[in-house]
């Protein structure tokens, strides 16, 4: 079956009604959930964090095409910009740079309709030199875009080195500059690498739209550790959200990965991916809507790196090779198969007839109001066949000769849904489309 998703094309051209805030509205904490004013009800999303901006790896993804990608091919419903803070003013050259990174990041996912982090992404905020720093960047972000409802903060990505008590005397430093211009939901890190939520227990910062992060990576992190205590923290009435999130090891999937030992000790924890344990902890969420951002779009080498596979490059530019699984790590085609997976039980997911509708009848497949419709240049044998966005067969469609002309075939024996329609002629020539089912 990975075979056969490494030789379709999920088609992109989506028709684009609503997005998620459209139909969600502005993120407001309710106790232990994050719940919609639109619908009145609990709500998560799902959705992909960009990597550290000012480093080379994920810097060049920080542009609207990336976003674009993103919201309409993978399906995500809300990207992070990390913004990599160590060192930068937001006036000096390197910071102004910095900068207009997450405010294209921002502006693509505002266009795209979908929700948007704006993340101070570091492990020593606390330290005073870098607060006042932080104080002037969310000053200016939240006066910017603070307006937005796709628009949620980020006070602190991984706290090291400090208490529960120092990270929330950070935060109370940071909060009055956001709230001057926004009253958007804000979400601070909790201690030792947003691992040890539980200490905000008894502790909890006063602001009416607040919630404490969350952040694992599936191959060192087992849910039997962490569930009881991110349990007790939604049951004392606090909202988690997990802003970062990895299939492998906790070093992101570093080849090289080597100890303090003399001479040091070295192992390769690339191929770390975890599904079964990723399964896990995302059925975990599912089960108590908190929402979760996986890590990252980035061609580094490493295993977390979406596109991080060694010896090959990946040309952004091309927007056919976001979804081409040949240019995936195990992690980027797990987190992309997820996505989609989730948009077609998506509540905002409106749209009856998902194709493109150029290279779908270039390559001689398009359907509309539950008909398929199939042109042949030369007489042969063909399969037509319906499949769920997990490879699963679920229905045989055609399978005989058709002669050379249009044909038409109903698609009332298909079920209510989501699912991929494929088409194999002689000479393995193959057509896909995308659709949704609604009637």
């Keep these: 079956m990975k075979y056969l998703f ?16 459209s139909y969600y509205g502005k993120m407001q904490v309710n106790g232990a959930f994050i719940r919609s004013p639109v619908t009145n009800k609990a709500m998560q999303v799902k959705g992909v964090s960009f990597f550290w901006s000012q480093w080379g790896d994920g810097s060049r993804f920080y542009n609207e095409n990336a976003v674009d990608r993103m919201a309409q091919d993978w399906k995500a419903e809300i990207v992070r910009a990390a913004y990599g803070s160590t060192g930068y003013n937001l006036s000096d050259s390197a910071g102004i740079v910095n900068k207009e990174r997450i405010e294209t990041v921002v502006e693509a996912a505002i266009k795209n309709d979908i929700y948007v982090i704006i993340d101070w992404h570091s492990h020593s905020a606390h330290e005073a030199e870098e607060t006042e720093r932080a ?17 949620i903060f980020e006070l602190y990505n991984e706290p090291l080195n400090t208490t529960w008590a120092g990270i929330k005397t950070y ?27 539980e200490t905000v227990i008894g502790n909890a910062i006063d602001d009416v739209n607040l919630g404490y992060v969350f952040h694992f990576y599936a191959a060192s992190h087992s849910l039997g550790s962490f569930s009881g205590n991110i349990a007790a923290v939604q049951q004392a009435k606090l909202p988690v959200f997990v802003t970062e999130f990895g299939t492998t090891n906790a070093d992101g999937g570093n080849p090289n990965a080597c100890n303090n030992a003399t001479p040091p000790v070295c192992v390769n924890n690339y191929d770390t991916h975890s599904k079964t344990r990723t399964d896990d902890w995302l059925a975990f969420f599912d089960s108590r809507n ?15 790196a979406f596109f991080g596979e060694t ?3 990946f040309d952004q530019t091309v927007p056919e090779n976001w979804t081409d699984t040949r240019f995936m790590t195990a992690s980027g085609e797990y987190v992309m198969n997820m996505l989609q997976s989730s948009y077609a039980k998506a509540p905002w997911n409106t749209t009856p007839i998902l194709l493109n509708s150029e290279k779908a009848a270039a390559t001689g497949l398009r359907a509309s109001n539950n008909m398929v419709y199939i042109d042949i240049a030369n007489p042969g044998n063909a399969i037509l066949n319906a499949y769920s966005l997990n490879g699963t067969l679920l229905a045989n469609v055609f399978s005989g000769h058709l ?17 991929i329609l494929r088409l194999s002629q002689k000479n393995d020539k193959t057509s896909t489309i995308f659709i949704k089912k609604i009637l």
């Design 290 to 304: 908190i929402s979760y951002v996986a890590w990252s779009i980035s061609d580094k080498y490493e295993g977390s």
């Design 6 to 21: 490494s030789t379709m094309l999920i088609l992109s051209a989506m028709l684009w009604a609503q997005g998620p805030v």
């Design 171 to 197: 935060a109370e430093q940071v909060i009055p500059e956001i709230r001057k211009h926004s009253s958007n939901l804000i979400l601070v890190g909790t201690p030792y690498y947003a691992q040890q939520i």
């Design 403 to 419: 002669s050379a002309g249009s044909h038409q075939f109903s698609l009332n024996s298909l079920p209510k849904g989501v699912f």
């Design 135 to 151: 104080k002037e960047f969310f000053a200016y972000f939240s006066e910017k875009y603070g307006a937005y409802d796709n628009v």
């Design 311 to 313: 010896n090959r490059s």
